[in-house]
């Protein structure tokens, strides 16, 4: 496979976006995303999302000029509109603003609607905690996940990041879905013709599958089973119904150019850090020490940071086949 560097793919990315009609800004911010989650190892966010992204652009699904704006209806609180867009400028106007007024007031939050897919989640939290925060995520999706003992999908996978800083080395990063697996999984299997194991997902009469078409077409298992219903209506809560987005159950998909824009939204809160303990940094350090002291134990993210080094050494090794998908565009 050839060996694409950060910045070359980067670039392939963005161009790709921008022949489809997607500002140069969105673009960038769109590959940056991207190419950071392929570098992480998180392939199901990263270029693979390119081209079906291209598509939507061109059919409407998402609006490739689309200016997020801000606002500020209470002191630490930030209102953003992602007008349909992407999410990636939203987000980014998001954690460009928060860490200031956190530090100002201890505490603020973002709320993000007429949104669409953010990606790998533990990106923008990652990146607050860099700045001195401790950062939370909530993104609804579309709908994915039936409540525990029904059979028709309500809910979506909807992702939550936690992030904090530890001293003198990258932050903590903990990312999950609230699936039994991120549905990037799920997709990337029928895009290439494998089958899921067993457990993953439910066909649409609800039965266990080992399909992965007929797992997109039916519901994905929740983590700890009604545990996972749960949490997953709590984001829904709070980055839906909260910010003022689209319930998964109302939202089109992010997978295909079919219907009107998905209109989900994202809930980011960030704290200060040191806000309520000056050393509220090195007693994340001491607890994270313990649990690297433990043979056979590490840290959440620590494949990921490995990956990532990687990358940024030696590039990424990309299909062929993806390439020409890109430049296709």
Known sequence: MPIVSLAEA????????????????????VARALVGAEADGLKGHGLSRVSPYGAQVR???????????LERP????????AAHGFAYPAIDLAVEALPDLAREQGIAAAGIRRSHHCGAAGRPVEALAERGCVALLF????AAMAPWGGSRAVFGTNP????????????????????KVARANIVGAAKRGETIPEGWALDADGRPTIDAQEA???????????????????VELLAAGLVGARFAGEASSFLDAEGDPPGTG??????DATAMSPDGPARFATLAASIEAQEGARLPGARRLALRRRAEAEGLNLPDALLAEIRAL
Do not use: W, Y
Not at 59 to 69: E, F, S, Y
């Open 74 to 81: 209470r002191p630490g609180i930030l209102a953003i509109d």
């Open 216 to 234: 997109l077409a039916g519901t994905m298992v929740p983590l700890g089973d009604a545990k996972g219903t749960a949490l997953a209506l709590m």
């Open 10 to 29: 980067e670039a392939l990315a963005a161009h790709a976006l921008v022949r489809c009609g997607t500002t140069e800004s969105a673009a960038a911010s």
């Open 160 to 179: 939550l990041a936690f992030a904090c800083p530890l001293p003198d080395r990258a932050p903590l990063v903990v990312d999950l879905a609230l699936s």
């Open 139 to 142: 993104a609804n999706t579309p």
């Open 59 to 69: 059919a409407g699904k998402v609006v490739g000029d689309a200016l997020p704006r």
């Open 266 to 271: 994202q809930l980011i809160l960030a704290l």
